[in-house]
């Protein structure tokens, strides 16, 4: 249990300390926020790190067992190597369990924190750049102010880059907030008393108040639903009934199309056609994505059993103390193996040309692995 605890601890501080580097490094953020990031990173390290750190400790104990001939003497008794085993094994599946949990924790949880704390960061930024130097810039966004008095923006001028012809848009307001919105993954920019201007062909005064949605990164984007990926488990049996319903509907409409007479008609219907195709493949593309997602957090999360199961078939099997070859030799072939068909196999379920319990391909073949080196060890 040591050597589990130690191992696993050291290969989360590593994973949190990357990942912690790479959301400041990408976002501007201050060395302040890592703090606030460290929390919702852990579920998404533990998940990884667990499979692992159990191998290592699996490998290092039944190695050591097996290296001093102690199996030998237990075999020699008369009693059956499955005594040992077994709480390997009860340890392994609680811990698969738990990895379960990680992953829809990581998902539905995590994710949305190292949102909020992005947004929230980014808004600190944009409004400390707006006290000091009364101007922020960001890609296409820039943003001008006369002040800055607590939240409030005195006199801000917007301007929204686009990159089609005459589509930028220029806001000038009275006052505005800059709020940030978790759900959308955006930061909303409350304006009240202006003008919103698109080029000489749109103009639009707002006497009370308007919101415009600032993205300041492709990587922070809101969606109107979210993607599974995101969803906790109990909510995709839900999702998966209201994905249903809208390929239905959108089917119904796509069938619904009636030949009409004329080129325009004929042209505007081609354009609602293509446009209903293209939305309900985008709908079958995520029914495919909500079929797979559970299978793909409890293929990851048994991981650990599947991985305790060949470690300690390669352990037994070896027979020596150096137990970092027989963990290298278990270790090598599951990340230049297993890993990628996990990786591919996801892929293609969420494709939909191979069934969701196609992703645990790489745990069954784990298994049988295991298992034959377990079988040859115990025929003996």
Same mark, same amino acid.
């Given at each position: 249990?040591?050597?589990?605890i130690?191992?696993t #601890?050291?290969?989360?501080?590593?994973m949190?300390?990357?990942?912690?580097g790479?959301?400041?490094?990408?976002?501007s953020?201050?060395?302040?926020?890592g703090? +606030?990031?460290?929390?919702?990173?852990l /579920?998404?390290a533990?998940?990884?790190?667990?499979?692992?750190?159990?191998l290592?400790?699996v490998?290092?104990?039944?190695?050591?067992?097996?290296?001093f001939?102690?199996?030998?003497?237990? &075999?020699?008794?008369?009693?059956? /190597?499955?005594?040992?085993?077994a /709480?390997?094994?009860?340890?392994?599946f @609680? @811990?698969?369990?738990?990895?379960?949990?990680?992953?829809d924790?990581? %998902?539905?949880w995590?994710?949305?924190?190292?949102?909020?704390?992005?947004?929230s960061?980014?808004?600190e930024?944009?409004?400390t750049l707006? +006290?000091t130097?009364? %101007?922020?810039?960001?890609?296409?966004?820039?943003?001008?102010?006369?002040?800055?008095?607590?939240? #409030?923006?005195?006199?801000?001028?917007?301007?929204? =880059?686009?990159?089609?012809?005459?589509?930028?848009?220029v806001?000038?307001a &009275?006052?505005?907030?800059?709020?940030?919105?978790?759900?959308?993954g955006?930061?909303?920019?409350?304006?009240?008393?202006?003008?919103a201007?698109?080029g000489?062909?749109l103009?639009?005064?707002f006497?009370?108040?308007?919101?415009?949605?600032?993205?300041?990164?492709? &990587?922070?984007?809101?969606?109107?639903?979210?993607?599974?990926?995101?969803?906790a488990?109990?909510?995709?049996?839900?999702?998966?009934?209201?994905?249903? =319903?809208?390929?239905?509907?959108?089917?119904? &409409?796509?069938?619904?199309?009636t030949? %009409?007479?004329?080129?325009?008609?004929?042209? #505007?219907l081609q354009?609602?056609?293509?446009?209903?195709?293209?939305e309900?493949?985008?709908?079958?593309?995520?029914?495919?994505?909500?079929?797979?997602?559970?299978?793909?957090r409890?293929?990851a999360?048994?991981?650990?059993?599947c991985?305790?199961l060949v470690?300690?078939?390669?352990?037994?099997?070896?027979?020596?103390?150096e137990?970092? #070859?027989?963990f290298?030799?278990?270790?090598?072939?599951?990340? @230049?193996g297993?890993?990628?068909l996990?990786?591919?196999?996801v892929?293609?379920? +969420?494709?939909?040309?191979?069934? /969701?319990?196609?992703?645990?391909?790489?745990?069954?073949?784990?298994?049988?692995?295991?298992?034959?080196? @377990?079988?040859?060890e115990?025929r003996h």
């Amino acid at each position: 249990m040591t050597i589990l605890i130690v191992a696993t #601890t050291i290969i989360i501080l590593v994973m949190i300390a990357v990942a912690t580097g790479r959301e400041l490094w990408e976002y501007s953020l201050p060395l302040e926020f890592g703090l +606030k990031l460290f929390p919702f990173l852990l /579920p998404d390290a533990l998940r990884v790190a667990l499979p692992v750190g159990l191998l290592l400790a699996v490998v290092i104990s039944l190695g050591r067992l097996a290296g001093f001939n102690e199996l030998l003497a237990i &075999k020699a008794a008369g009693i059956s /190597p499955e005594v040992v085993l077994a /709480p390997v094994f009860a340890l392994a599946f @609680l @811990l698969s369990l738990f990895s379960v949990w990680m992953n829809d924790l990581a %998902a539905s949880w995590g994710r949305q924190g190292i949102q909020r704390v992005v947004l929230s960061g980014a808004e600190e930024i944009i409004y400390t750049l707006l +006290k000091t130097r009364r %101007a922020f810039h960001q890609g296409r966004v820039s943003i001008q102010v006369r002040g800055v008095e607590g939240r #409030t923006l005195i006199e801000p001028l917007v301007l929204l =880059q686009s990159s089609k012809p005459h589509g930028s848009v220029v806001i000038t307001a &009275k006052e505005a907030e800059l709020l940030g919105d978790p759900a959308s993954g955006t930061l909303r920019l409350r304006l009240r008393n202006g003008t919103a201007e698109m080029g000489d062909r749109l103009r639009v005064e707002f006497p009370d108040e308007y919101e415009q949605e600032i993205r300041l990164w492709d &990587k922070v984007e809101g969606y109107r639903r979210r993607w599974p990926s995101q969803l906790a488990l109990r909510e995709i049996p839900e999702e998966l009934v209201r994905s249903r =319903q809208e390929l239905l509907a959108c089917w119904q &409409k796509l069938t619904g199309l009636t030949p %009409a007479s004329g080129s325009s008609a004929g042209n #505007t219907l081609q354009e609602q056609a293509e446009a209903l195709r293209r939305e309900l493949q985008q709908e079958l593309d995520r029914w495919y994505r909500l079929r797979t997602e559970p299978y793909r957090r409890w293929a990851a999360g048994f991981s650990c059993f599947c991985f305790a199961l060949v470690g300690s078939g390669m352990a037994l099997r070896l027979r020596q103390r150096e137990v970092l #070859t027989a963990f290298f030799m278990c270790f090598a072939p599951i990340l @230049l193996g297993y890993y990628p068909l996990l990786a591919w196999t996801v892929d293609a379920a +969420k494709s939909g040309w191979l069934p /969701p319990w196609g992703v645990w391909t790489g745990n069954l073949l784990l298994v049988f692995w295991g298992g034959v080196l @377990l079988w040859q060890e115990f025929r003996h």
